[in-house]
């Protein structure tokens, strides 16, 4: 095995690692010590390490772990569902639009087109300040700016599936145009839209994060979360540098984390990249270049 082939499985190991742990510290909040909605005013900036707090206190001096755990269970169910909702809407969207074409592709397309003329976290903003507060509102929030990702790429595949020889022969067959675009085209679109929806995860990880560091979408006295805990802690920066930066460090490594998973899904999935990987390049041969006569 290589040195770039045995970095990149290392690389791949800590990522999963990174993201396993940080779905078992959110599954599990409940039972790990402190009350992330509890104060203690006598015990306010402690610094990590101190007795009974592992990451120290805030400036209400509430808990830094149990604030963090529970921001992680609720940045999770906020990226996991709205990456599934997502998908799935778009998906189908798209899976009709490429399959059927004509006036439907066309609407949709310049629908697609206009929506992805807006910047995403822009647009999600605009929908959370529309929609309100609330878990449920910043995932319908969310799945409103992500879905046209879903709709293009599949969109486009379906285009290059629906000529292709096993459709042609399942037409010719008689079957149905629905058992075809949901038996036949749907599973073989089911790889790309994996690996896009796990490289969204962290984009919308980092959007949730964004809409609570300015104080929008779920309300940070009812529910800890990283954003928020990035905006409380922006004020202490010089007497408590944890308060920012842990939180902050979480973030960078949680989309990292999946940004790697993500481009080694999809190198799994394309059998270019793999050749590409797997064969050396040639080196073209050299050729000496030609000495002038001497005089």
Do not use: C
Not at 119 to 130: C, M, N, Q
Not at 181 to 202: C, Q
Not at 264 to 272: G, I, M, N, V, Y
């Amino acid at each position: 095995m290589s040195v770039r082939r045995r970095s990149r499985s290392w690389f791949l190991g800590a990522a999963i690692t990174v993201i396993a742990t940080v779905l078992l510290v959110g599954v599990f909040a409940d039972l790990l010590p402190g009350d992330p909605a509890a104060q203690d005013l006598m015990a306010r900036l402690q610094p990590p390490g101190s007795p009974g707090h592992l990451l120290g206190t805030d400036a209400l001096g509430r808990d830094v772990l149990a604030r963090l755990a529970h921001g992680a269970r609720l940045s999770l169910t906020i990226g996991l569902a709205t990456v599934v909702i997502s998908a799935v809407v778009g998906a189908v969207i798209g899976l009709l639009s490429g399959y059927f074409g004509g006036w439907f592709d066309t609407v949709v397309m310049r629908i697609v087109d206009i929506w992805l003329a807006f910047p995403f976290l822009l647009l999600a903003i605009v929908l959370v300040a529309v929609f309100g507060s609330g878990v449920d509102k910043v995932i319908l929030a969310l799945v409103l700016s992500g879905w046209v990702v879903y709709t293009r790429l599949v969109r486009g595949e379906v285009l290059s599936l629906r000529e292709r020889e096993f459709v042609l022969s399942a037409r010719s067959l008689g079957t149905s145009r629905w058992a075809i675009m949901f038996k036949h085209l749907l599973p073989n679109l089911l790889p790309p839209v994996i690996v896009v929806a796990t490289l969204e995860l962290g984009v919308v990880i980092v959007t949730q994060a964004s809409l609570s560091f300015l104080g929008l979408g779920v309300d940070e006295a009812t529910q800890p979360t990283w954003g928020g805990m990035l905006a409380g802690g922006r004020a202490y920066l010089s007497i408590a540098w944890w308060l920012a930066t842990i939180p902050g460090v979480v973030i960078f490594l949680v989309v990292l984390s999946v940004n790697i998973i993500g481009d080694a899904l999809r190198e799994w999935s394309d059998p270019r990249l793999k050749v590409t990987l797997l064969v050396p390049a040639r080196r073209e041969p050299q050729v000496p270049e030609l000495q002038g006569e001497r005089g």
